[in-house]
């Protein structure tokens, strides 16, 4: 969210890609300590186990852009997957633009880990992502 909301700030707008549908699944830091813990503790074969940390919620990337847009206080600007292929990356624009999901369920049935953070639109509006926000127009208006 960092890098994201790092290239928003320079750029002057939160950029969107394609309808902004695409899908992910993402988890909270603090989540996923606790889920490192918790696999040093408990995995059955520490060499040989590979865990994705996920919660269950997805978040649309219209929901992810919108968050950072209102938090930051800068404009959309919507771009077409292939605009955005050429401009960045098609990797990037692929990621931005479709259904990338992931499933933490082998952590919760093998690790008994449960994510409990608030969502990652809940922290941009209001936890730690807005002194983050602050942070970068202050260094944006400083010229840094």
């Not at 206080?73 to 997957?81: A, H």
């Amino acid at each position: 969210v960092w890098l994201f909301m790092s290239v928003f700030a320079k750029t002057g707008a939160v950029v969107r890609v394609g309808d902004g549908l695409g899908q992910t699944t993402v988890v909270h830091v603090d989540d996923a300590a606790r889920a490192y813990v918790l696999a040093a503790d408990r995995a059955p074969d520490r060499t040989q186990n590979i865990y994705n940390l996920s919660s269950s919620a997805s978040v649309t990337f219209r929901e992810f852009t919108d968050a950072i847009a209102a938090t930051m206080g800068l404009p959309v600007l919507e771009m077409g997957v292939a605009e955005a292929a050429e401009k960045a990356s098609p990797l990037i624009a692929g990621f931005l633009s479709d259904r990338v999901r992931g499933s933490g369920d082998k952590a919760r049935r093998e690790l008994g880990w449960n994510p409990t953070e608030v969502s990652i639109v809940e922290d941009i509006r209001r936890g730690s992502y807005v002194q983050v926000a602050k942070e970068l127009a202050d260094a944006a208006g400083s010229g840094a």
